[in-house]
């Protein structure tokens, strides 16, 4: 086990091998050259202006990512610190493409009332163009009122362009994380997105069966 900080957060590794997508997050629990099939015809998103498609991470596009990763942090994570990530249960990679080419990821946490953000990066060259909304919008259509319904990750309190990102879709900074990353003296800003509730939902009875479950 070793604790490190890499460029956004700090967490546990525990190297236990379940594959790049964890069963959690794919209805049929395949491998992943069917994953890969499947994952291209499930998540499709499309803007007017230019085409972003999500779709899970996987093995090659590793150099794609790490490139992206060089490009946009000063402490970037290594291909290890990605891969030992990624073989968690609950941590799933996913990347943005337009034209075939990989110019954007996010690593996320899969946690039993929210998601995490660990590593989210765009290539400098395609931003300001709606990918980087395109990957949150993505994990925003996870959420719900009764299971996930939050997101949350870390800011570094020197990346205003971060902050500024987060805050125009909905996010809020609900505290400050003092002397957070062992790279820097900087604190780190907590961000979150809550879950809003349509009416409807609200007007629903609560399962309670689930509810014990839980
Ligand atoms: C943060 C980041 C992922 C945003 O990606 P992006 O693809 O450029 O974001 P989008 O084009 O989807 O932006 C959506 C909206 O967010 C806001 N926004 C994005 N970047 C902004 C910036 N630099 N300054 C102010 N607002 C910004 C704008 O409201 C923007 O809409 P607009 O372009 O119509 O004005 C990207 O800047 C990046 O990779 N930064 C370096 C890595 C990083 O800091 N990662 C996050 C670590 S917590």
């Known amino acids: 086990m070793t604790i490190r900080t890499l460029g956004m957060t700090r967490f546990r590794i525990t190297v236990t091998f379940s594959g790049w997508c964890p ?9 992943l050259q069917v994953v890969w099939y499947f994952a291209g015809k499930e998540s499709n998103v499309e ?14 596009d590793m150099p794609s990512v790490l490139a992206i990763e060089n490009s946009c942090f000063e ?7 990605f891969i030992r990530c990624l073989r968690q249960r609950n941590c799933i990679g996913m990347v ?15 946690h039993k009332n929210r998601l995490h953000i ?19 919008d993505k994990l925003l259509g996870k959420l719900s009122h009764e299971r996930r319904n939050r997101i949350m ?18 996010f809020r900074a609900i505290s400050v994380l003092r002397d957070f990353y062992d ?17 409807e939902e609200l007007a629903q009875p609560h399962n309670r069966i689930s509810k014990l479950a839980g």
């Open 153 to 170: 990750l870390e800011v570094r309190e020197t990346n205003l362009e971060a902050q500024l990102f987060f805050k125009s879709i909905g």
């Open 75 to 81: 402490f970037a994570w290594s291909e290890d610190d």
């Open 23 to 31: 069963r959690d997050d794919h209805p049929l629990g395949l491998p």
């Open 183 to 199: 790279d820097t003296i900087e604190d780190a800003y907590l961000m979150q997105y809550r879950y809003q509730p349509s009416a």
């Open 118 to 136: 660990l590593n989210f990066a765009v290539h400098p060259e395609h931003r300001r163009t709606g990918v980087g909304q395109s990957m949150v």
């Open 47 to 60: 803007t007017q202006s230019m085409c972003v498609h999500i779709r899970w991470m996987i093995r090659r």
């Open 96 to 110: 943005a493409e337009q034209d075939n080419e990989v110019v954007g990821f996010m690593i996320y946490e899969l």
